[in-house]
């Protein structure tokens, strides 16, 4: 809902559609609600059905042949097993697109590339009536699954909220993930006698969680370190937690910060990731503390010592988050790359 808060804010006619639920309690706006999207059993029979590569998530910078990598079925079965999807599926979009008058909206921004039918049936119609299309990349949309060709084809601009991303897609602009630091408050100390350490894996693999783990474990031998494993909570829940750390690992691998590092960040928590090459040198006054799988230790033991540096760190952190990720800017940003007069 980030996006459609501050594009409300800055007085647009926003709304935003999910297929479904979020597993996590995300807020939502119209929720279609429709079987077999993406979250349970019908991820259960995909990886079935998906070649292994397809369906594995990273934490290591690999740049395919073929840039950008094209989405194509797995198989006959996959072919059969979407069409099957889509076709339970009709009769409730097309409900949802005449109770909102969807056909009049002026610009369709697609989440990850995607939207309801792998065909791009609806993107084409769009296109006849002569809305803008927008793609907005996030996660590993590029890096594993690629572009939807009939979707790509349509695409009047290509955003990506990773940076890396842009070594994914020739024709892509990088913008800050959206962010509403209001709805966050700085943390105050809660456990004085103990320094708090959160990560917060959605996938271990992609984020390195058994060496961060590690470095961790070896850093509680030596200073009153407690490790807080953020992990299958609610997203109300796993903010509680956050809020309860004095330091803040994120990730490390090629693929930079996500919104877990955003969150501690405006919580004034430091924050420890790697980043992305090439980011930088962009972005030469970030406030992370830049670690890499053979230096975690090394990198917070700073940050162990003295609790004034954390508090400065945190302060640093809080304040370049405001400058760069306010999702009201970013809204500016792709409006004007768009060509879409605010």
Known sequence: ????????????????????????????????????????????IKRILTPAQRLLV????????????????????????????????????????????????????LDGGLEFYRDGRTVRKLKELGKKIICCY??????????IPAIDASADLNVTVEFDHIYFHPHIQHVFFPFLPENFTL??????????????????????????????????????????LIEGLSHRE????????????DQIGDLGYGINALEALAMGIPTATSLVKGFAAVCPDHPFIDVTDQKIEEKLLPFLEDPDLRRRKGIEGRRWLEKYHDARNVVRKIHQLAGIRS
């Open 1 to 44: 809902m980030t996006f459609v808060k501050a594009e409300r804010e800055l007085g647009h006619d926003s709304r935003l559609v999910t297929l479904t639920s979020h597993p996590y309690g995300y807020e939502e706006d119209i929720c279609l609600n429709l079987p077999f999207s993406d979250m349970s059993k019908f991820f259960r």
């Open 238 to 249: 796993a903010l509680n937690r956050k809020r309860s750390c004095a330091l803040f690992v």
């Open 58 to 109: 990273e934490n290591v910078h690999r740049v395919p042949d073929k840039i950008p990598r094209e989405w194509q079925p797995g198989g006959g079965a996959e072919t059969l097993l979407i069409r099957f999807r889509e076709r339970l599926w009709r009769g409730k979009i097309r409900r949802f697109q005449k109770q909102t008058d969807f056909w009049n909206f002026d610009v369709i921004q």
């Open 187 to 228: 943390r105050s100390e809660t456990h004085p006698d103990k320094i708090r350490i959160g990560h917060a894996p959605s996938n271990r693999r992609a984020k390195g969680t058994d060496r961060i783990l590690t470095a961790l474990e070896n850093l509680k031998r030596k200073f009153p370190v407690e490790i807080v």
């Open 138 to 147: 996030t996660g590993s949309d590029l890096r594993v699954r690629g572009v």
